[in-house]
Protein backbone atom coordinates (compact mmCIF):
# COMPACT_ATOMS: atom_id res chain seq x y z
CA UNK A 1 0.00 0.00 0.00
CA UNK A 2 3.00 2.30 1.17
CA UNK A 3 4.35 2.47 -2.76
CA UNK A 4 1.44 2.53 -4.61
CA UNK A 5 0.73 5.87 -2.72
CA UNK A 6 3.94 6.75 -3.49
CA UNK A 7 3.78 6.29 -7.02
CA UNK A 8 0.47 7.98 -7.16
CA UNK A 9 1.34 11.00 -5.08
CA UNK A 10 4.25 11.57 -7.27
CA UNK A 11 2.25 11.32 -10.94
CA UNK A 12 -0.33 13.38 -9.42
CA UNK A 13 2.32 15.67 -8.13
CA UNK A 14 4.17 15.70 -11.52
CA UNK A 15 0.81 16.39 -13.45
CA UNK A 16 0.17 19.57 -10.79
CA UNK A 17 3.40 20.87 -12.36
CA UNK A 18 3.06 20.48 -15.73
CA UNK A 19 -0.24 22.34 -15.47
CA UNK A 20 1.36 25.33 -13.53
CA UNK A 21 1.97 27.84 -16.24
CA UNK A 22 4.63 29.18 -14.72
CA UNK A 23 7.20 26.57 -16.27
CA UNK A 24 8.58 26.53 -20.28
CA UNK A 25 7.16 23.26 -21.91
CA UNK A 26 11.04 22.02 -22.05
CA UNK A 27 10.80 22.50 -18.25
CA UNK A 28 7.86 20.79 -17.54
CA UNK A 29 9.33 17.82 -19.65
CA UNK A 30 12.49 17.66 -17.84
CA UNK A 31 10.90 17.58 -14.73
CA UNK A 32 8.59 14.90 -15.65
CA UNK A 33 11.59 13.18 -16.67
CA UNK A 34 13.11 13.19 -13.97
CA UNK A 35 10.51 12.20 -11.65
CA UNK A 36 9.65 9.30 -13.81
CA UNK A 37 14.10 8.43 -13.53
CA UNK A 38 13.15 8.63 -9.56
CA UNK A 39 10.44 6.38 -9.61
CA UNK A 40 12.12 3.78 -11.58
CA UNK A 41 15.54 3.71 -10.12
CA UNK A 42 14.04 1.89 -7.07
CA UNK A 43 10.31 0.48 -7.44
CA UNK A 44 8.70 -0.49 -5.07
CA UNK A 45 5.75 -1.72 -6.92
CA UNK A 46 5.07 -2.23 -10.49
CA UNK A 47 3.03 0.85 -9.93
CA UNK A 48 6.09 3.08 -9.72
CA UNK A 49 7.33 1.11 -13.00
CA UNK A 50 3.51 1.97 -14.87
CA UNK A 51 3.90 5.23 -13.26
CA UNK A 52 7.53 6.25 -14.95
CA UNK A 53 6.09 4.95 -18.29
CA UNK A 54 3.13 7.30 -18.09
CA UNK A 55 5.35 10.54 -17.01
CA UNK A 56 7.79 9.58 -19.83
CA UNK A 57 5.12 9.96 -22.37
CA UNK A 58 3.80 12.61 -21.15
CA UNK A 59 7.12 14.74 -21.42
CA UNK A 60 7.40 13.07 -24.85
CA UNK A 61 4.19 15.16 -25.69
CA UNK A 62 4.73 18.07 -24.04
CA UNK A 63 8.09 18.28 -25.25
CA UNK A 64 8.72 21.27 -28.05
CA UNK A 65 9.15 20.04 -31.60
CA UNK A 66 12.16 21.79 -31.83
CA UNK A 67 14.03 20.15 -28.92
CA UNK A 68 14.63 17.26 -30.79
CA UNK A 69 17.79 16.18 -28.49
CA UNK A 70 15.26 16.38 -24.97
CA UNK A 71 13.03 14.76 -26.88
CA UNK A 72 15.31 11.65 -27.96
CA UNK A 73 16.68 11.87 -24.57
CA UNK A 74 13.47 10.88 -22.96
CA UNK A 75 12.70 8.25 -25.40
CA UNK A 76 16.06 6.80 -24.43
CA UNK A 77 14.42 6.57 -20.29
CA UNK A 78 11.32 5.82 -21.85
CA UNK A 79 12.72 2.53 -23.25
CA UNK A 80 14.56 1.18 -20.40
CA UNK A 81 11.27 1.08 -18.21
CA UNK A 82 9.53 -0.89 -21.06
CA UNK A 83 12.43 -3.23 -21.12
CA UNK A 84 11.86 -4.21 -17.36
CA UNK A 85 8.26 -4.10 -17.29
CA UNK A 86 6.70 -7.32 -16.38
CA UNK A 87 5.17 -8.96 -20.20
CA UNK A 88 4.00 -12.45 -21.11
CA UNK A 89 4.29 -11.55 -25.03
CA UNK A 90 6.37 -9.10 -26.57
CA UNK A 91 4.89 -5.88 -27.00
CA UNK A 92 7.17 -3.95 -24.25
CA UNK A 93 10.17 -5.24 -25.38
CA UNK A 94 8.88 -4.38 -28.98
CA UNK A 95 8.47 -0.81 -27.53
CA UNK A 96 11.54 -0.73 -26.07
CA UNK A 97 13.45 -1.57 -29.34
CA UNK A 98 11.40 1.31 -31.49
CA UNK A 99 12.23 3.69 -28.59
CA UNK A 100 16.31 3.24 -28.67
CA UNK A 101 16.36 2.97 -32.20
CA UNK A 102 14.07 6.27 -32.68
CA UNK A 103 16.17 7.85 -29.59
CA UNK A 104 19.56 7.09 -31.58
CA UNK A 105 18.31 8.83 -34.97
CA UNK A 106 18.84 12.26 -32.88
CA UNK A 107 21.89 10.99 -30.44
CA UNK A 108 23.66 10.04 -33.39
CA UNK A 109 23.74 13.50 -34.61
CA UNK A 110 23.52 15.52 -31.68
CA UNK A 111 24.36 13.49 -28.32
CA UNK A 112 27.13 12.63 -26.45
CA UNK A 113 29.48 9.35 -27.85
CA UNK A 114 28.15 7.99 -24.12
CA UNK A 115 24.49 8.99 -25.11
CA UNK A 116 25.20 7.36 -28.21
CA UNK A 117 26.65 3.99 -26.64
CA UNK A 118 24.26 3.21 -23.34
CA UNK A 119 21.53 3.39 -26.05
CA UNK A 120 23.44 1.07 -28.40
CA UNK A 121 23.68 -1.22 -25.24
CA UNK A 122 19.95 -1.03 -24.37
CA UNK A 123 19.10 -1.87 -28.34
CA UNK A 124 21.39 -4.65 -27.80
CA UNK A 125 19.58 -5.92 -24.91
CA UNK A 126 16.14 -5.40 -25.66
CA UNK A 127 16.63 -7.43 -29.13
CA UNK A 128 18.83 -9.78 -27.75
CA UNK A 129 15.60 -10.94 -25.12
CA UNK A 130 13.38 -10.47 -28.79
CA UNK A 131 15.73 -12.70 -30.22
CA UNK A 132 14.65 -15.38 -27.78
CA UNK A 133 11.25 -15.00 -28.49
CA UNK A 134 12.05 -15.36 -31.96
CA UNK A 135 11.25 -11.67 -32.74
CA UNK A 136 14.29 -10.19 -34.06
CA UNK A 137 18.08 -11.64 -34.86
CA UNK A 138 20.30 -12.01 -32.31
CA UNK A 139 23.09 -10.72 -35.09
CA UNK A 140 21.43 -7.19 -35.01
CA UNK A 141 21.94 -7.36 -31.14
CA UNK A 142 25.50 -8.57 -30.93
CA UNK A 143 26.27 -5.47 -33.67
CA UNK A 144 24.36 -3.30 -31.40
CA UNK A 145 26.88 -4.41 -28.50
CA UNK A 146 29.42 -3.94 -30.81
CA UNK A 147 28.93 -0.74 -31.92
CA UNK A 148 28.41 0.15 -28.26
CA UNK A 149 31.98 -1.08 -27.35
CA UNK A 150 33.88 1.70 -29.85
CA UNK A 151 33.17 4.13 -26.87
CA UNK A 152 33.12 1.99 -23.79
CA UNK A 153 35.87 0.87 -23.77
CA UNK A 154 38.13 -0.75 -20.83
CA UNK A 155 40.19 2.04 -20.33
CA UNK A 156 37.79 4.16 -19.68
CA UNK A 157 34.60 2.67 -19.04
CA UNK A 158 35.27 -0.63 -17.04
CA UNK A 159 31.61 -0.91 -15.34
CA UNK A 160 30.07 -0.52 -19.07
CA UNK A 161 32.89 -2.59 -20.90
CA UNK A 162 32.40 -5.35 -18.58
CA UNK A 163 28.79 -5.91 -18.95
CA UNK A 164 29.33 -5.38 -22.91
CA UNK A 165 31.02 -8.49 -22.65
CA UNK A 166 29.03 -10.26 -20.53
CA UNK A 167 25.89 -9.64 -23.25
CA UNK A 168 27.92 -10.02 -26.77
CA UNK A 169 29.49 -13.79 -24.52
CA UNK A 170 25.85 -14.91 -23.89
CA UNK A 171 24.73 -13.43 -27.26
CA UNK A 172 27.41 -15.71 -28.84
CA UNK A 173 26.00 -18.92 -26.55
CA UNK A 174 22.22 -18.11 -27.26
CA UNK A 175 22.85 -19.32 -31.21
CA UNK A 176 21.91 -22.72 -31.95
CA UNK A 177 25.30 -25.31 -32.04
CA UNK A 178 24.28 -26.30 -36.09
CA UNK A 179 27.22 -25.31 -38.14
CA UNK A 180 30.41 -25.27 -38.51
CA UNK A 181 31.60 -22.04 -36.50
CA UNK A 182 29.55 -23.19 -33.57
CA UNK A 183 32.73 -23.98 -31.69
CA UNK A 184 34.29 -20.26 -33.04
CA UNK A 185 31.57 -18.69 -30.89
CA UNK A 186 31.82 -20.59 -27.90
CA UNK A 187 35.84 -20.05 -27.95
CA UNK A 188 34.27 -15.95 -28.23
CA UNK A 189 32.26 -16.61 -25.66
CA UNK A 190 34.63 -17.63 -22.91
CA UNK A 191 36.79 -14.86 -24.35
CA UNK A 192 34.35 -12.50 -23.64
CA UNK A 193 33.97 -13.62 -19.98
CA UNK A 194 37.37 -13.08 -19.62
CA UNK A 195 37.54 -9.77 -21.33
CA UNK A 196 34.77 -8.53 -19.21
CA UNK A 197 36.53 -9.96 -15.82
CA UNK A 198 39.95 -8.30 -16.70
CA UNK A 199 38.54 -4.81 -16.11
CA UNK A 200 36.56 -5.62 -12.87
CA UNK A 201 37.47 -6.51 -9.46
CA UNK A 202 35.44 -7.77 -6.38
CA UNK A 203 36.40 -5.07 -4.52
CA UNK A 204 35.20 -2.13 -6.88
CA UNK A 205 32.80 -3.97 -9.04
CA UNK A 206 31.05 -7.01 -6.73
CA UNK A 207 27.96 -6.90 -8.95
CA UNK A 208 29.08 -7.18 -12.27
CA UNK A 209 32.26 -9.46 -11.24
CA UNK A 210 29.89 -12.24 -9.41
CA UNK A 211 27.70 -11.65 -12.66
CA UNK A 212 30.36 -12.59 -15.00
CA UNK A 213 32.37 -15.06 -12.79
CA UNK A 214 28.97 -17.24 -12.56
CA UNK A 215 28.06 -16.97 -16.67
CA UNK A 216 31.98 -18.02 -17.21
CA UNK A 217 31.51 -20.96 -15.03
CA UNK A 218 28.08 -21.84 -16.83
CA UNK A 219 30.31 -20.93 -20.28
CA UNK A 220 33.13 -23.92 -19.13
CA UNK A 221 29.98 -26.38 -18.36
CA UNK A 222 28.70 -26.59 -21.50
CA UNK A 223 31.15 -25.31 -24.35
CA UNK A 224 32.37 -28.48 -26.71
CA UNK A 225 36.35 -29.06 -25.52
CA UNK A 226 38.60 -32.34 -25.32
CA UNK A 227 39.63 -31.18 -21.65
CA UNK A 228 36.44 -31.04 -19.76
CA UNK A 229 37.52 -32.57 -16.27
CA UNK A 230 40.18 -29.14 -17.22
CA UNK A 231 37.25 -26.94 -17.90
CA UNK A 232 34.78 -28.49 -15.01
CA UNK A 233 37.16 -27.38 -11.87
CA UNK A 234 37.86 -24.07 -13.98
CA UNK A 235 34.00 -23.72 -13.72
CA UNK A 236 33.80 -24.58 -10.20
CA UNK A 237 36.71 -21.63 -8.65
CA UNK A 238 34.31 -19.38 -11.19
CA UNK A 239 31.05 -20.00 -9.36
CA UNK A 240 33.34 -19.83 -6.34
CA UNK A 241 34.53 -15.85 -6.94
CA UNK A 242 30.61 -15.45 -7.67
CA UNK A 243 29.44 -16.67 -3.82
CA UNK A 244 32.68 -13.99 -2.61
CA UNK A 245 29.55 -11.73 -3.91
CA UNK A 246 26.28 -13.53 -3.68
CA UNK A 247 24.92 -14.65 -0.78
CA UNK A 248 21.47 -16.12 0.82
CA UNK A 249 20.80 -12.70 2.66
CA UNK A 250 21.97 -9.98 -0.04
CA UNK A 251 21.40 -11.12 -3.55
CA UNK A 252 19.13 -14.46 -2.51
CA UNK A 253 17.71 -15.42 -6.08
CA UNK A 254 21.46 -14.85 -7.51
CA UNK A 255 22.54 -16.66 -4.31
CA UNK A 256 20.46 -19.91 -5.16
CA UNK A 257 21.38 -19.48 -9.34
CA UNK A 258 24.95 -20.13 -8.33
CA UNK A 259 24.88 -22.51 -5.97
CA UNK A 260 22.35 -24.73 -8.32
CA UNK A 261 25.13 -24.38 -10.76
CA UNK A 262 27.73 -25.17 -8.55
CA UNK A 263 25.70 -28.16 -7.91
CA UNK A 264 25.14 -29.28 -11.60
CA UNK A 265 29.23 -29.04 -11.78
CA UNK A 266 30.22 -31.16 -8.91
CA UNK A 267 27.30 -33.69 -10.37
CA UNK A 268 29.42 -34.01 -13.58
CA UNK A 269 33.12 -34.09 -11.99
CA UNK A 270 35.32 -37.15 -10.83
CA UNK A 271 36.24 -36.94 -7.37
CA UNK A 272 39.70 -37.72 -7.77
CA UNK A 273 40.88 -35.71 -11.31
CA UNK A 274 43.93 -37.90 -12.08
CA UNK A 275 41.53 -40.75 -11.40
CA UNK A 276 38.32 -39.94 -13.14
CA UNK A 277 37.19 -43.76 -13.96
CA UNK A 278 37.26 -44.41 -9.98
CA UNK A 279 34.04 -42.20 -9.97
CA UNK A 280 32.41 -39.27 -8.34
CA UNK A 281 30.34 -40.25 -5.07
CA UNK A 282 32.06 -37.29 -2.94
CA UNK A 283 31.37 -34.76 -5.54
CA UNK A 284 27.56 -36.22 -5.87
CA UNK A 285 26.55 -35.81 -2.19
CA UNK A 286 28.39 -32.40 -2.05
CA UNK A 287 25.78 -31.40 -5.67
CA UNK A 288 22.79 -32.89 -3.54
CA UNK A 289 23.66 -31.24 -0.21
CA UNK A 290 24.10 -27.71 -2.68
CA UNK A 291 20.68 -28.65 -4.54
CA UNK A 292 18.99 -28.89 -1.39
CA UNK A 293 20.47 -25.51 0.08
CA UNK A 294 19.51 -23.90 -3.13
CA UNK A 295 15.84 -25.23 -2.92
CA UNK A 296 15.74 -23.86 0.11
CA UNK A 297 16.30 -20.64 -0.75
CA UNK A 298 14.11 -20.63 -3.85
CA UNK A 299 11.13 -21.41 -1.65
CA UNK A 300 11.35 -18.59 0.48
CA UNK A 301 11.32 -17.06 -3.09
CA UNK A 302 8.21 -18.43 -4.31
CA UNK A 303 10.36 -19.52 -7.32
CA UNK A 304 8.24 -23.00 -7.69
CA UNK A 305 9.34 -24.05 -11.64
CA UNK A 306 13.02 -23.71 -10.38
CA UNK A 307 12.46 -25.89 -7.29
CA UNK A 308 10.59 -28.56 -9.56
CA UNK A 309 13.59 -28.14 -11.64
CA UNK A 310 16.17 -28.87 -8.69
CA UNK A 311 14.31 -31.50 -7.44
CA UNK A 312 14.00 -33.43 -10.71
CA UNK A 313 18.03 -33.08 -10.41
CA UNK A 314 18.31 -34.44 -7.13
CA UNK A 315 15.39 -37.75 -8.38
CA UNK A 316 17.93 -38.29 -11.10
CA UNK A 317 21.61 -38.40 -8.91
CA UNK A 318 19.85 -40.72 -6.57
CA UNK A 319 18.02 -43.09 -9.37
CA UNK A 320 21.81 -43.58 -11.01
CA UNK A 321 23.17 -44.10 -7.63
CA UNK A 322 20.48 -47.10 -7.23
CA UNK A 323 21.29 -48.10 -10.51
CA UNK A 324 25.38 -48.25 -9.95
CA UNK A 325 24.64 -49.92 -6.23
CA UNK A 326 22.40 -52.44 -8.48
CA UNK A 327 24.76 -53.12 -11.04
CA UNK A 328 27.37 -53.97 -7.85
CA UNK A 329 25.57 -56.33 -5.85
CA UNK A 330 23.29 -57.66 -8.01
CA UNK A 331 24.13 -61.21 -9.42
CA UNK A 332 26.73 -62.06 -11.56
Not at 310 to 318: F, H, N, R, T, W
Request: proline share 4%; with cysteine.
Amino acid sequence: MVARSRAKDQLKAAMDAVADVQFAAAEKAEMLMEIAMGLQQKPKALEDLDAAVTLYEKALEICPADMALLSARIRARLGTVLMVLPSDGPDSLEGARDAFATALQTLTDEGSNEEVAEAEMNLGLALQNLAAMHRARIQDAIAAYQRALRTFDKRRHPKEFAILQNNLATAFLSIPFTDEKAKMREALAVQAFEEGLSVVTLIDHPSEYAMLQNNLGNALQCVSTSHPIENGFRALEAYDEALKVRTARNAPGAYANTVANKANCLANLPDDPADPDAGNRENLEQAIALYRTAIEVLQGLGEQSKVEMIEGAIAEILAEQGRAAGAAFGPH
